[in-house]
């Protein structure tokens, strides 16, 4: 434990930049990810345990875009897209089977696939570790804030998150789609009813969500290793996320992400053995003060 | 008439009587010879990670097998019997490495084995060779302790890689050197957090704190093993601002932490010291290798720069698609360390009698420094291989200017080291 050190960085200009920038970049990502899971939950009402495969899926289909076309954007697209459309398929021909059966069964189901999808990339690309590489467009040296450094890439990520989080929180609360998927997360009965075609919504949440995966994973090949498996990190992460957040709450996925990012960034400074031991210390003050979580709805 | 269903004296055989009379004396005749030809292959049994994380590895030193006795049935065998390589993935769990093990032996009728498994594999592997004494041959752990502790030793049981303690005198040499001529005093650490990255940070630290005493290690940082991402490690070094940092990192974690210190320019401004860095699958991953840091050798074509080292190179390449690894070259050393033992032994295979012939084998090596690597008697590891630190530059082979630290002083070192753990 070392709080002077802590506090010494939080009144340095340049220290306080650069830890609120790693707290920025290590929360974005894993907000992208969290949001996606929680967007699933709470519309679906399902947990997909596979959400980190599909992360997964989303670097490794980058990583086949990028070294085809050398096109970063192109990399971005194949990411998101192709794990949107894994995501429906994932929804329509196996999770949709398994909707109101036990959490037993959906669990063993997820884990199948994550299993699946792990081997089918062993396949593919090896079992070895890949990098991406960093695209020419930010191969430049990082951007100085008040003596504080941040890599330009890593403002391109932090504003890719941001802005997909907004038009996310955008889409569900300001549009006449989001008021639907809403009023289908309350009472999917009476919007059937209405003669919205439900299934299709479900599709569509549930590729939305993966898509979001696929963003932070195509966001991630650049500079993290590609490995089989490497979703399961960022799942427990994620999981930790939308306990203190608030499962199914957008907005309360961003605050525990940004709440992860900066325990880590600021925690490496002032208690570093002891950071994991806090997310998670975190996670059972919200679950015993408040077990909805931050943001989430108290059940009726 | 029916010839074909006749019987008894005098009866004409049919076609079909004689193809199948046919068929069945060919089975009696040249079934036996079938059979003997299978009892001749010598099968040598392999547990090593196949899957996971670090396969890349194991695949490696499987490939090493595969030259090996490639080179060595094409010149006849040994005694006229192939080598045939049994392997098996233990996915690096060290009670899998014991299972297949055991398997090899009992089931799959191995007599001899190369472990090719990390240490906690190799721990495993090396109780049950004391149980079962085939001739083992570890080939890719370096924990010191496996061969140097006297409590742990197993008569049939050698070390045919490099060693925790060799590396960690000759990096605190050249560590050391380079502190003394670059001014660097302030350290910093960053290596995963188990017990592999920690106690190889200490020895390092150790050696070149006991060159150089002036240098301070002034913070340290333990990233988890696997972590994805490093990015408050990396600015936790920008805040401290040493003046140098060591790192134990390895495999993709370390291809991360250089292509996420590269974002930050953080090896412009630190001297960089890793003892994993120079393993070629790594400084092939990494797509912007800055250009000075300092590794330990792990595998080079051109160090030692000898024929034979560049036509193993070329060998292996043609088999695996990519340079050797350090698991590579430590395996491939083995099999030649093997294949002399047989044939010094006339093709016997009990562990008791290779080991005898095993003990104190120099042998001449593609990876020699000198002319020769030694299978020492004393604790059964090999000495006299490359415990080298070179610098990076951005083509391949990736790393040159090798600085070889003179064994008779890692020795003298390895003695005193041996003397204060209570190993000698």
Same mark, same amino acid.
């Given at each position: 434990?070392?709080?002077?050190?802590?506090?010494?960085?939080?009144?340095?200009?340049?220290?306080?930049?650069?830890?609120?920038?790693?707290?920025?970049?290590?929360?974005?990502?894993?907000? &992208?990810?969290?949001?996606?899971?929680?967007?699933?939950?709470?519309?679906?009402?399902?947990?997909?345990?596979?959400?980190?495969?599909?992360?997964?899926?989303?670097?490794?289909?980058?990583?086949?875009?990028?070294?085809?076309?050398?096109?970063?954007?192109?990399?971005?697209?194949?990411?998101?897209?192709? *794990?949107?459309?894994?995501?429906?398929?994932?929804?329509?021909?196996?999770?949709?089977?398994?909707?109101?059966?036990?959490?037993?069964?959906?669990?063993? #189901?997820?884990?199948?696939?994550?299993?699946?999808?792990?081997?089918?990339?062993?396949?593919?690309?090896?079992?070895?570790?890949?990098?991406?590489?960093?695209?020419?467009?930010?191969?430049?040296?990082?951007?100085?804030?008040?003596?504080?450094?941040? /890599?330009?890439?890593?403002?391109?990520?932090?504003?890719?998150?941001?802005?997909?989080?907004?038009?996310?929180?955008?889409?569900?609360?300001? %549009?006449?789609?989001?008021?639907?998927?809403?009023?289908?997360?309350?009472?999917?009965?009476?919007?059937?009813?209405?003669?919205?075609?439900?299934?299709? &919504?479900?599709?569509? *949440?549930?590729?939305?969500?993966?898509?979001?995966?696929?963003?932070?994973?195509?966001?991630?090949?650049?500079?993290?290793?590609?490995?089989?498996?490497?979703?399961?990190?960022?799942?427990?992460?994620?999981?930790?996320?939308?306990?203190?957040?608030?499962?199914?709450?957008?907005?309360?996925?961003?605050?525990?992400?940004?709440?992860?990012?900066?325990?880590?960034?600021?925690?490496?400074?002032?208690?570093? &053995?002891?950071?994991?031991? %806090?997310?998670?210390?975190?996670?059972?003050?919200?679950?015993?003060?408040?077990?909805?979580?931050?943001?989430?709805?108290?059940?009726? | 008439?029916?010839?074909?269903?006749?019987? =008894?004296?005098?009866?004409?055989?049919?076609?079909?009587?004689?193809?199948?009379?046919?068929?069945? =004396?060919?089975?009696?005749?040249?079934?036996?010879?079938?059979?003997?030809?299978?009892?001749?292959?010598?099968?040598?049994?392999?547990?090593?990670?196949?899957?996971?994380?670090?396969?890349?590895?194991?695949?490696?030193?499987?490939?090493? *097998?595969?030259?090996?006795?490639?080179?060595?049935?094409?010149?006849?065998?040994?005694?006229?019997?192939?080598?045939?390589?049994?392997?098996?993935?233990?996915?690096?769990?060290?009670?899998?490495?014991?299972?297949?093990?055991?398997?090899?032996?009992?089931?799959?009728?191995?007599?001899?084995?190369?472990?090719?498994?990390?240490?906690?594999?190799?721990?495993?592997?090396?109780?049950?060779?004391?149980?079962?004494?085939?001739?083992?041959?570890?080939?890719?752990?370096?924990?010191?302790?496996?061969?140097?502790?006297?409590?742990?030793?197993?008569?049939?049981?050698?070390?045919?890689?490099?060693?925790?303690?060799?590396?960690?005198?000759?990096?605190?040499?050249?560590?050391?050197?380079?502190?003394?001529?670059?001014?660097?005093?302030?350290?910093?650490?960053?290596?995963?957090?188990?017990?592999?990255?920690?106690?190889?940070?200490?020895?390092?630290?150790?050696?070149?704190?006991?060159?150089? /005493?002036?240098?301070?290690?002034?913070?340290?940082?333990?990233?988890?093993?696997?972590?994805?991402?490093?990015?408050?490690?990396?600015?936790?070094?920008?805040?401290?601002?040493?003046?140098?940092?060591?790192?134990?990192?390895?495999?993709?974690? &370390?291809?991360?932490?250089?292509?996420?210190?590269?974002?930050?320019?953080?090896?412009?401004?630190?001297?960089?010291?890793?003892?994993?860095?120079?393993?070629?699958? #790594?400084?092939?991953?990494?797509?912007?290798?800055?250009?000075?840091?300092?590794?330990?050798?792990?595998?080079?074509?051109?160090?030692?720069?000898?024929?034979?080292?560049?036509?193993?190179?070329?060998?292996?390449?043609?088999?695996?698609?990519?340079?050797?690894?350090?698991?590579?070259?430590?395996?491939?050393?083995?099999?030649?360390?093997?294949?002399?033992?047989?044939?010094?032994?006339?093709?016997?295979?009990? =562990?008791?009698?290779?080991?005898? %012939?095993?003990?104190?084998?120099?042998?001449?090596?593609?990876?020699?420094?000198?002319?020769?690597?030694?299978?020492?008697?004393?604790?059964?590891?090999?000495?006299?291989?490359?415990?080298?630190?070179?610098?990076?530059?951005?083509?391949?082979?990736?790393?040159?200017?090798?600085?070889?630290?003179?064994?008779?002083?890692?020795?003298?070192?390895?003695?005193?080291?041996?003397?204060?753990?209570?190993?000698?």
């Amino acid at each position: 434990m070392n709080l002077e050190a802590l506090a010494a960085c939080v009144a340095s200009a340049s220290c306080a930049v650069t830890q609120v920038s790693t707290g920025l970049i290590v929360g974005t990502l894993l907000f &992208l990810v969290a949001a996606g899971l929680s967007l699933i939950f709470g519309v679906l009402g399902v947990i997909n345990f596979a959400h980190g495969a599909f992360y997964m899926l989303g670097a490794y289909f980058a990583f086949s875009a990028y070294t085809l076309t050398g096109s970063f954007l192109a990399a971005l697209a194949a990411g998101a897209l192709g *794990v949107a459309a894994v995501g429906v398929a994932f929804e329509r021909l196996i999770m949709s089977r398994v909707y109101g059966r036990d959490l037993l069964m959906q669990l063993l #189901v997820c884990y199948a696939v994550i299993l699946i999808l792990d081997d089918g990339v062993k396949i593919l690309y090896g079992g070895e570790y890949r990098l991406m590489g960093m695209p020419e467009a930010f191969a430049a040296p990082p951007v100085e804030v008040a003596g504080g450094f941040i /890599p330009a890439y890593y403002l391109f990520m932090v504003g890719m998150a941001l802005a997909a989080g907004l038009a996310l929180w955008l889409g569900i609360n300001r %549009t006449r789609t989001g008021k639907i998927v809403r009023a289908l997360a309350i009472n999917p009965q009476m919007v059937g009813a209405l003669g919205i075609n439900t299934t299709l &919504l479900y599709a569509g *949440v549930f590729g939305l969500g993966s898509l979001l995966a696929g963003v932070a994973g195509a966001l991630a090949a650049p500079i993290r290793t590609l490995t089989p498996g490497m979703g399961l990190s960022i799942l427990i992460e994620s999981f930790i996320v939308t306990v203190i957040g608030g499962m199914g709450s957008i907005a309360g996925a961003f605050l525990a992400a940004l709440l992860i990012g900066f325990t880590r960034a600021f925690g490496a400074i002032g208690f570093p &053995l002891f950071v994991d031991g %806090t997310m998670f210390a975190i996670m059972a003050l919200v679950l015993m003060l408040k077990p909805s979580g931050l943001l989430g709805r108290e059940a009726a | 008439m029916d010839t074909e269903s006749s019987g =008894g004296p005098g009866r004409v055989l049919g076609r079909r009587q004689v193809l199948r009379g046919l068929a069945a =004396g060919a089975a009696i005749t040249g079934f036996p010879h079938i059979a003997g030809a299978q009892a001749k292959v010598l099968r040598i049994g392999m547990p090593t990670i196949l899957s996971g994380r670090v396969a890349i590895l194991g695949t490696s030193a499987r490939a090493a *097998v595969q030259l090996a006795f490639r080179q060595i049935n094409e010149a006849g065998g040994i005694a006229g019997r192939p080598l045939e390589l049994v392997e098996r993935d233990s996915k690096g769990r060290p009670d899998e490495a014991a299972k297949v093990t055991r398997d090899l032996i009992n089931n799959d009728g191995c007599e001899i084995i190369i472990d090719g498994e990390a240490s906690s594999g190799a721990f495993a592997v090396h109780e049950v060779i004391r149980d079962l004494p085939v001739l083992c041959l570890h080939t890719c752990s370096e924990t010191s302790s496996l061969s140097a502790d006297p409590k742990l030793h197993v008569k049939t049981a050698f070390r045919c890689a490099r060693q925790g303690i060799h590396d960690a005198v000759a990096g605190g040499t050249y560590a050391a050197k380079i502190a003394r001529e670059k001014g660097l005093r302030r350290w910093m650490t960053c290596s995963p957090d188990y017990a592999y990255g920690r106690d190889n940070t200490a020895e390092f630290l150790e050696f070149t704190k006991l060159f150089e /005493p002036s240098i301070e290690v002034v913070d340290q940082v333990w990233p988890k093993l696997f972590a994805p991402d490093y990015t408050e490690s990396i600015t936790k070094v920008l805040q401290v601002k040493p003046q140098a940092m060591y790192s134990a990192l390895w495999g993709g974690d &370390l291809v991360a932490f250089i292509e996420q210190g590269n974002l930050y320019r953080l090896f412009a401004n630190v001297g960089f010291f890793s003892g994993g860095l120079g393993d070629p699958p #790594v400084l092939t991953a990494i797509k912007q290798l800055p250009p000075g840091l300092n590794t330990a050798y792990r595998y080079n074509r051109n160090y030692p720069g000898k024929p034979a080292n560049a036509a193993f190179a070329d060998g292996f390449a043609r088999i695996a698609n990519h340079e050797p690894t350090n698991w590579a070259w430590q395996t491939y050393l083995a099999c030649q360390f093997i294949a002399e033992a047989l044939k010094r032994t006339g093709g016997r295979t009990e =562990g008791a009698a290779l080991a005898a %012939t095993l003990k104190g084998m120099t042998l001449a090596s593609p990876f020699a420094v000198a002319e020769a690597i030694t299978m020492r008697d004393t604790d059964h590891t090999i000495v006299g291989y490359p415990v080298a630190w070179g610098r990076t530059v951005p083509k391949a082979p990736f790393v040159e200017d090798f600085a070889q630290d003179d064994w008779g002083k890692i020795l003298e070192l390895e003695a005193q080291w041996k003397k204060a753990k209570g190993y000698a």
